[in-house]
């Protein structure tokens, strides 16, 4: 696949076959937001909840594509309990209620990858994936030029979230 903007997403390619091995043993969302607060912009934390966090991701789909990410540390939904889980889909569904009106969107997408073969990048941390989606948002470039253009700054996103995000209700 041809890329017009993404430099971030090398890591994601495949050597020899095989995907790069991650030996640090440290959770990309782990290590963020144990620097606290005053490192969440950096990180693009846009709130943070008494179990979970909101952060754009930083290999998005479309503008305004979030993580929701329970602060505890594990790989599957059913390790949380039923207070981080309520907290959880309380926090998905105010977004997506948020971002229909916000963007005017045609669509969501909303959802988690589970072990390895599911495609999960993170997949000893848990979290939810939830993206604005528009008819065409595809494009000729990825129909016909297996090319996805990265057409928006992830920062001027991070900062016309901020306050919608801080205003939110769950």
């Not at 207070?83 to 005017?104: C, P, W």
């Amino acid at each position: 696949m041809d890329i017009l903007y993404a430099p971030w997403r090398s890591s994601y390619l495949k050597f020899g076959g095989k995907k790069p091995k991650d030996t640090s043993g440290i959770c990309p969302f782990c290590s963020k937001l144990e620097l606290g607060v005053a490192y969440d912009e950096q990180h693009l934390v846009l709130r943070r909840f008494e179990h979970c966090v909101v952060m754009l991701n930083l290999h998005p789909y479309n503008a305004g594509h979030v993580l929701v990410i329970p602060y505890q540390h594990v790989p599957e939904l059913h390790q949380l309990s039923c207070e981080v889980r309520g907290e959880l889909m309380e926090v998905a569904s105010a977004i997506t209620k948020m971002y229909q009106e916000l963007f005017a969107c045609d669509g969501l997408n909303m959802g988690y990858n589970s072990g390895k073969a599911s495609g999960g990048s993170v997949p000893a941390h848990m979290h939810i994936h939830i993206l604005p989606r528009f008819i065409g948002d595809t494009g000729f470039l990825a129909a016909l030029a297996d090319t996805k253009p990265i057409s928006f700054d992830i920062n001027a996103v991070y900062q016309q979230l901020k306050s919608p995000f801080a205003s939110l209700e769950i």
